[in-house]
């Protein structure tokens, strides 16, 4: 279908009247046209119209693809569920699949997740250290005058790849990048997970002032809301781990931590918790 048709479809669907979506944007000819997919329109006017009928961009792309979820985010969960799996084979695979559509298309998403997956690879076998593959990642970031979603994300995923210099510098970059799209929620959502993620490798390292900069830098993108469950237990976590570290653990409140993530079958989360938990703990005995 072309974007008109899917448009009027929509308007339709929600019972608007043409002139409710289209008055001062198309006139009437051109709006029969449009809706039967004989022309097309701007990129400015087609914003409107999508304010209008109260759809928001993703929406509308989601319709327009037929209803497919995001390939991306798809590739992204089937390589990290092969990593958690130890599945070398899967991610080998995933890698040369990621290739070759890059080889196809040169869309440099393409380059990045073959990237990501070989540093997976690297991390689950005696593959020597991916040198190449890293700085196809560490350069694209540096270079970009403006993060959005798409390099948070990458950050995140090749976190655990880069030298603790490195993440501060580039962590220290994207922060005066990242300002504009914060009130985002599916941008505060990664960004939450990208510093959640900074801050348990500084826990990790012991490192007490890191670790009460990451964690200051953490509590600004908790929402107040209570339907923020996760973020604020989470960031109660990370709080009690760095009491840890100044000789104030409160043993109770982390029960309390483990058995909520286990009540709401977070097992996963509730395992890594207890593993981050011993290595503090070990840290400071």
């Not at 993703?58 to 590739?75: I, P, Q």
């Not at 970009?144 to 994300?153: A, I």
């Not at 997970?193 to 007490?208: F, G, R």
């Not at 996963?268 to 703990?281: D, F, K, S, Y």
Request: charged share 25%.
């Amino acid at each position: 279908m072309q974007i008109g048709e899917v448009l009027g479809e929509i308007r339709k669907n929600k019972n608007l009247k043409s002139k409710e979506v289209y008055k001062g944007i198309l006139s009437r000819p051109a709006i029969s046209r449009f809706e039967k997919g004989h022309s097309d329109t701007t990129v400015e006017k087609f914003l409107q119209i999508l304010e209008n009928l109260n759809l928001s961009l993703e929406e509308f792309h989601f319709l327009y693809d037929g209803n497919k979820a995001n390939t991306d985010a798809m590739m992204i969960s089937a390589y990290s569920e092969a990593y958690y799996a130890k599945d070398i084979p899967r991610l080998a695979a995933f890698e040369e699949a990621s290739r070759n559509h890059f080889d196809e298309t040169s869309q440099i998403k393409y380059l990045h997740h073959a990237s990501i997956i070989h540093l997976l690879r690297c991390n689950l076998s005696e593959l020597p250290f991916p040198h190449k593959e890293l700085a196809v990642i560490k350069n694209y970031l540096f270079h970009c005058e403006t993060w959005h979603y798409y390099e948070l994300v990458l950050f995140t995923n090749a976190l655990d790849f880069f030298p603790e210099d490195a993440v501060d510098a580039v962590y220290a970059r994207a922060k005066e990048k990242m300002t504009e799209f914060n009130q985002m929620k599916r941008y505060k959502n990664e960004l939450f997970s990208l510093i959640s993620n900074i801050l348990v490798l500084q826990l990790e390292k012991n490192d007490l002032e890191k670790s009460l900069f990451y964690y200051a830098d953490l509590e600004k993108t908790v929402s107040a809301s209570d339907n923020k469950m996760y973020e604020h237990t989470m960031l109660l976590f990370f709080k009690e781990l760095i009491a840890i570290m100044q000789q104030q653990e409160d043993a109770q409140k982390l029960t309390d931590i483990m058995q909520t993530f286990k009540l709401l079958n977070m097992d996963r989360i509730a395992n890594q918790c207890v593993g981050l938990l011993e290595i503090v703990r070990n840290n400071n005995a």
